[in-house]
């Protein structure tokens, strides 16, 4: 069992947005702006896609948007296309645990 | 070009030892922290280990589930980092991630190599 809860799939079609969750607690995304999400197409190693709550790595589109209200951190994909679909994993500092992962959520583009 | 490539993978026996190596090159190594992450086949992502960097006096966290069989390390003149595995089971089978990140209040992990397998079976 995952330390954060991602839903195990969300689903979108071309040109619409969609967003994944990620809940965490007190000790992790409550407490720390140190939330980041990664992509993982089948077979590939991770991309950063968003790092600290809402930023973007240098030169990534800027479809992708990172949010944190309360307990819960969002990654909003929009106008989505067909390359996005893949695994996404969100991460935030644990100040028990150091790092913590969300359990993936697969997004399929239809 | 940021590169972090990983070796040492291989098939290993329970209970027996590895050490993986990831070697970094395209920055400044040593200004870095440097994790490593691991993902079982058809799971997730879990971290397992990150080292600070010298700013930070080179200190370690891990996984608490490991339970001290595994030890991260890292060669600043040769731009390695290490991660020694001792008494591996089957569990431990994964693909092994070197990722540059993860400590010194920098708590994501921007460039990742591409990974090595570690299988652990008898």
């Known amino acids: 069992q995952s330390a954060l809860t991602q839903p195990a799939s969300v689903s979108g079609s071309p040109g619409q947005s969609i967003t994944i969750s990620c809940t965490g607690t007190?000790?992790?995304?409550?407490?720390?702006?140190?939330v980041s999400w990664y992509q993982q197409h089948p077979g590939k190693a991770p991309k950063l896609m968003i790092y600290?709550?809402?930023k973007r790595p240098s030169g990534l589109s800027n479809r992708f948007s990172g949010s944190k209200s309360g307990n819960t951190a969002s990654l909003t994909i929009s106008g989505l296309q067909a390359e996005d679909e893949a695994d996404y994993y969100c991460?935030?500092?644990?100040?028990?645990?150091?790092?913590?992962f969300g359990g993936g959520t697969k997004l399929t583009v239809l | 070009e940021v590169q972090l490539v990983e070796s040492g993978g291989g098939l290993v026996q329970p209970g027996r030892s590895l050490r993986l190596s990831c070697t970094a090159s395209?920055?400044?190594?040593?200004?870095?922290?440097m994790s490593w992450i691991r993902q079982a086949p058809g799971k997730g992502l879990e971290w397992v280990a990150f080292?600070?960097?010298?700013?930070?006096?080179?200190?370690?966290e891990y996984a608490a589930s490991l339970r001290g069989r595994f030890t991260i390390s890292r060669d600043d003149s040769k731009t390695i980092a290490y991660l020694q595995m001792n008494s591996l089971n089957t569990e431990d089978t994964a693909v092994y991630y070197c990722?540059?990140?993860?400590?010194?209040?920098?708590?994501?992990?921007?460039?990742w190599g591409q990974g090595t397998l570690v299988t652990v079976s008898s």
């Open positions: 990722a540059r990140g993860g400590g010194s209040a920098r708590y994501y992990f921007d460039y």
């Open positions: 395209g920055f400044t190594f040593g200004d870095y922290a």
């Open positions: 080292i600070r960097n010298k700013a930070y006096s080179g200190t370690t």
């Open positions: 007190s000790t992790d995304i409550v407490g720390y702006n140190y």
């Open positions: 600290d709550v809402s």
């Open positions: 991460t935030s500092y644990s100040h028990s645990a150091h790092v913590v």
